[in-house]
């Protein structure tokens, strides 16, 4: 027997142990009556894609309703489609010009029905939980009573290899369609292919992004679409589709449950979750500021501020901070030793933690797990001005720093789906993709050089704040050369980058922090729990000092050629103002994200 056999034979004996494992593995995740597989009819090979690309899973110990596939909205089950038929594609417009594709859920479990279909480009990963319901309550579910044409691509200038015909449900009185319907054929669909929901089990939405569009005579633009304010509405996860005439609206779906939270993850489940998906968060290597425990900050000088109240040190864990002051009448300062004061500014990595926060997200389906992380000094920014970077002093510097990076779970199978970047008072939600991962599913995240707000790649990032035209960018590289030459501005450091405006550095070094090992969940909002002191604080956590803004630019411009000076003064004045002063922030308990989404 040859080797070239038993190595081929080896082969295939490793594949099947495999596949079993993979099999075993599987059915021990989802100990349930939902059936994930796709059906023996489906052309698997074909028709049939799957998005759900995050794995490995995790294995959640049992209890309440989290991970197991549906959530009862009340009087309806939604169920998360996993595998998704191709119903129609184009490769021409859409964003980046590569054409959107159209699909069907498939594969549902028993009792299931299709309530629309999905569209996304082709340039962008699977972005939305796509929903299919079962009723659970008599009459929750009804066949439409016809289907008005919305668009066809039959005639249009666009790359296919057959016609797109989008139909629009008309629902019976009392029910509201939620998503439209693609075929291939000018034949309306049958009744039974789709379902309207109850009008009491719906509510509002909103046009939020543009999908893909066409814009001659046979005008038509599709979108996906958003709950317009209810905090129990849920995403179905289907698109709009709007032609020159439209005035259509579709609807989405409402938890109607007294308790809304019975899929949100137990204690248990959270530290599961936190195991599986905890980021690692790593500090430039020319880092001087890193986080610190709140409680390391306290007992290593902190002094509380008070209107009408003597200077005083913090006591504890914060027992003697108010909870019921106006921001600016407490603040919290370093120590008054000037020594320990700049001991204190550096933190202290090898004890600090992460302070999590668990809340529900889109009315229970989905968990936001904010991670929060305390630096007890804010570092000064850069400026990115052409291929120049300016380094802007005392500007953005300022006595405490709170920034955080939210996981967003999806409740039907506990898999993460989004995670969010704070970034100056703002942020980024980005996919996981986006990210590297270390032990396969913890994504990797960069906090800035002194701003530590975080990014998932390590280079330069340049926050825009004015467009340049093309005589003033080749004006920059012509000063830049001289100014190369020259070695005369040691202030500005010249690099194969572009820019204009605030710049934020990032890049991995041997400081990093294992957010999975150093947390501590401090709320968890469906639950009674006891709260740390400190996070009820509802002054400041840095004083407030105000500076000649206007000097401090001067003395930055003064350096720089003639030519430059206009331009970095413009630059300077488009800052955020978040930039113009040593203002401390509020702790994370007093922001507007803590009980309502994030900021972008």
Request: glycine share 8%; hydrophobic share 35%; proline share 7%.
């Amino acid at each position: 027997m040859s080797s070239v056999f038993l190595s081929r034979f080896s082969l295939h004996i490793c594949k099947t142990l495999l596949i079993i494992f993979q099999i075993f593995c599987n059915t021990s995740w989802a100990l349930n009556d939902f059936s994930t597989t796709p059906s023996p009819n489906d052309n698997v090979e074909d028709d049939i894609v799957s998005f759900d690309g995050n794995g490995p899973f995790p294995i959640y110990p049992g209890g309440r309703d989290f991970g197991k596939e549906a959530i009862n909205l009340g009087g309806l089950d939604v169920y998360e489609a996993l595998f998704f038929k191709k119903i129609w594609t184009t490769q021409s417009g859409g964003l980046k010009a590569f054409g959107a594709t159209c699909y069907e859920p498939t594969s549902l479990p028993k009792g299931f029905k299709l309530i629309g279909h999905f569209c996304k480009p082709n340039s962008v990963d699977m972005f939305v939980s796509v929903l299919t319901a079962k009723a659970t309550t008599q009459g929750a579910l009804k066949s439409p009573i016809d289907y008005t044409l919305i668009w066809t691509s039959k005639g249009a200038d666009i790359t296919k290899v057959e016609d797109a015909y989008i139909w629009l449900p008309i629902p019976p009185h009392g029910y509201k369609a939620v998503g439209h319907i693609v075929t291939t054929s000018p034949v309306k669909p049958s009744l039974d292919k789709v379902w309207c929901i109850r009008s009491d089990f719906t509510d509002l939405t909103e046009v939020d992004s543009w999908i893909w569009g066409y814009n001659s005579s046979n005008i038509v633009n599709l979108y996906t679409t958003k709950p317009k304010s209810s905090a129990r509405s849920v995403p179905a996860g289907t698109f709009l589709a709007q032609n020159g005439s439209s005035t259509h609206e579709l609807a989405c779906l409402k938890m109607v449950r007294r308790n809304p939270y019975t899929a949100m993850p137990s204690n248990l489940q959270i530290r599961t979750l936190m195991q599986a998906y905890a980021p690692w968060v790593y500090f430039h290597p020319d880092e001087e500021y890193f986080p610190s425990s709140t409680p390391w900050f306290f007992k290593n000088g902190a002094v509380l501020h008070q209107t009408g109240r003597l200077p005083a040190h913090v006591k504890g864990n914060g027992t003697n901070l108010p909870s019921n002051v106006a921001p600016e009448d407490a603040y919290l300062d370093l120590p008054d030793d000037e020594d320990e004061k700049e001991r204190v500014k550096k933190g202290f990595l090898s004890t600090a933690f992460a302070y999590v926060h668990v809340k529900p997200a889109l009315a229970g389906t989905y968990t936001d797990i904010a991670i929060w992380l305390y630096y007890p000094f804010n570092g000064g920014g850069k400026l990115q001005l052409g291929p120049l970077v300016i380094p802007l002093g005392i500007i953005g510097e300022h006595v405490s720093d709170w920034e955080h990076i939210t996981l967003r779970i999806d409740n039907y199978r506990g898999i993460l789906k989004n995670i969010y970047l704070s970034q100056h008072a703002k942020g980024v939600w980005a996919r996981p993709r986006e990210f590297e991962f270390m032990n396969s599913t913890r994504p990797v995240v960069y906090a800035s050089l002194h701003g530590h707000t975080h990014y998932s790649t390590p280079t330069y990032h340049v926050h825009m704040s004015g467009k340049l035209e093309e005589s003033q960018i080749r004006m920059l590289y012509d000063e830049f050369q001289k100014m190369n030459n020259s070695n005369k501005y040691n202030i500005v450091k010249g690099e194969k980058f572009f820019g204009f405006g605030p710049r934020d550095d990032t890049e991995k070094s041997d400081n990093v922090m294992d957010i999975a090992s150093r947390y501590d969940l401090v709320y968890t909002d469906y639950k009674n729990s006891g709260e740390e002191p400190w996070l009820n604080y509802s002054g400041r956590w840095g004083p407030k000092i105000t500076y000649s803004f206007a000097k401090a630019v001067f003395n930055i411009v003064e350096s720089l050629p003639d030519k430059l000076k206009e331009l970095a003064t413009k630059a300077l004045n488009g800052l955020p103002p978040e930039l113009f002063g040593e203002e401390g922030p509020q702790g994370p308990k007093m922001r507007e994200n803590w009980t309502q989404d994030e900021r972008v």
